[in-house]
């Protein structure tokens, strides 16, 4: 089992930057791929990007290109999201899943979600 919290959401100003965290526990924790998935307001929610166990290998939606980068601090099983240059559609709750060693489209944990807010 895995569990996902996440933190650093907020309300921000377009143009802005945000970091929001994903702290990963459990037996497995060391050994999962990690994604980002958001809701919008009236919308389904999508894939934002992800990182894979162990190799690192990242991928993103063509939304969030050049804006948006993941990481991760393997010694305290915590990825990062960076978040720039922020526009009011990137606004939802963000949410952090993982599965073992790559996250998929039907991550089999989620975290409680955070809000992100982008005001123009």
């Known amino acids: 089992q895995v569990q996902l919290v996440e933190s650093g959401g907020g309300l921000v100003q377009a143009g802005g930057s945000l970091r929001l965290s994903c702290a990963a526990s459990?037996?497995?924790?060391?050994?999962?791929?990690v994604g980002w998935f958001r809701q919008a307001p009236g919308k389904e929610r999508e894939f934002v990007i992800a990182i894979t166990w162990p190799g690192g290998t990242t991928s993103y939606t063509n939304s969030v290109k050049g804006r948006f980068t993941i990481s991760r601090d393997s010694a305290k099983n915590i990825v990062y999201l960076q978040m720039n240059s922020l526009k009011a559609e990137d606004t939802g709750v963000y949410y952090c899943?993982?599965?073992?060693?790559?996250?998929?489209?039907?991550?089999?944990?989620w975290g409680q979600g955070t809000q992100v807010t982008v005001s123009s």
């Open positions: 899943a993982a599965s073992l060693y790559s996250v998929g489209s039907s991550p089999d944990y």
């Open positions: 459990g037996s497995t924790a060391s050994r999962v791929g």
